[in-house]
């Protein structure tokens, strides 16, 4: 699902109509104008509407129902934007650059981390959706947020996308990241109000988190002999 902006004065101007039932308004204006009225505070019953726009209540409600439905997905997905502060010189390094470099974690040390994390996905936590969700909300309610994460539709494929892609025990473990490590990008994640799903599970985002989330378990993983003697020859 898309959308393109509608400037409010040709929302306006094709609202000028008198619609009646014999002339009902097609349904694109109907959209756009409950849309722009929604945005600037001013709300529609569904008997005001059909009689402003010549449809019956039922299609009415209808665009209503989807209206709201799409604007909150709308406002989701455009108020999460980490601000481009997060890449300024002197703040946490933008998406993909880890921190302190290869020279803070070695290379073999993190992936043999991210081994651990998402190779016992299978076991630790359940793949299903419903199961990973509850895992987040559990972990989300240990860290004193109570207020349980309701999985709507658009959260559930982006989770079930990450799941996939990447294991059910990375995504927990990205949230047990954001909420608990003390990198820069984490506490900047939490002090901004970006502890959210429609942040950590964001396409282009997820991997770098997967990666430091990685990193964070590498540095409390103690290393071995043998993971020095590899980290030694991978150097």
């Given at each position: 699902?898309t959308?393109h902006p509608?400037?409010?004065d040709l929302?306006?101007e094709a609202?000028?109509?008198?619609?009646?039932?014999?002339r009902p308004?097609?349904?694109?204006?109907?959209?756009?104008?409950?849309?722009?009225?929604?945005?600037?505070?001013r709300r529609?019953?569904?008997?005001?509407?059909?009689?402003?726009?010549?449809?019956?209540?039922?299609?009415?409600?209808?665009?209503?129902?989807?209206?709201?439905?799409?604007?909150?997905d709308?406002?989701?997905?455009t108020?999460?934007?980490?601000?481009a502060?997060?890449?300024?010189?002197?703040?946490?390094p933008p998406?993909?650059?880890?921190p302190g470099?290869s020279?803070?974690?070695?290379?073999?040390?993190r992936?043999r981390?991210?081994?651990?994390l998402?190779?016992?996905?299978?076991?630790?936590?359940?793949?299903?959706?419903s199961?990973v969700?509850?895992?987040v909300?559990?972990?989300?309610?240990e860290?004193?947020?109570?207020?349980?994460?309701k999985?709507t539709?658009?959260?559930?494929?982006?989770l079930?996308a990450?799941?996939?892609?990447h294991?059910a025990?990375?995504?927990?473990?990205v949230w047990?990241?954001?909420?608990?490590?003390e990198?820069k990008?984490a506490?900047y994640?939490?002090e901004?109000?970006?502890?959210?799903p429609e942040t950590?599970?964001?396409?282009s985002?997820?991997a770098?988190y997967?990666?430091?989330?990685?990193?964070?378990?590498a540095r409390?993983?103690?290393?071995?002999?043998?993971?020095?003697?590899?980290?030694?020859?991978?150097t």
């Amino acid at each position: 699902m898309t959308w393109h902006p509608a400037p409010l004065d040709l929302v306006r101007e094709a609202d000028r109509e008198r619609w009646t039932p014999e002339r009902p308004a097609p349904t694109l204006v109907g959209y756009l104008v409950v849309w722009a009225d929604l945005a600037e505070g001013r709300r529609w019953t569904k008997r005001k509407l059909s009689k402003h726009l010549g449809w019956t209540e039922w299609r009415a409600r209808e665009v209503l129902s989807r209206v709201k439905s799409e604007q909150a997905d709308w406002t989701s997905e455009t108020l999460d934007v980490e601000p481009a502060e997060e890449a300024s010189p002197g703040n946490d390094p933008p998406t993909g650059v880890i921190p302190g470099g290869s020279g803070d974690v070695p290379p073999i040390a993190r992936a043999r981390a991210r081994e651990r994390l998402t190779s016992t996905s299978t076991s630790r936590v359940s793949t299903s959706t419903s199961a990973v969700w509850e895992s987040v909300n559990a972990l989300r309610a240990e860290h004193g947020l109570t207020r349980a994460l309701k999985l709507t539709k658009g959260r559930r494929v982006t989770l079930e996308a990450r799941a996939r892609e990447h294991g059910a025990e990375a995504v927990v473990e990205v949230w047990r990241w954001a909420l608990t490590s003390e990198s820069k990008r984490a506490a900047y994640l939490r002090e901004g109000g970006y502890v959210r799903p429609e942040t950590l599970h964001r396409a282009s985002k997820f991997a770098s988190y997967s990666d430091l989330a990685a990193e964070d378990a590498a540095r409390a993983t103690p290393t071995s002999g043998g993971d020095a003697l590899d980290t030694f020859l991978d150097t």
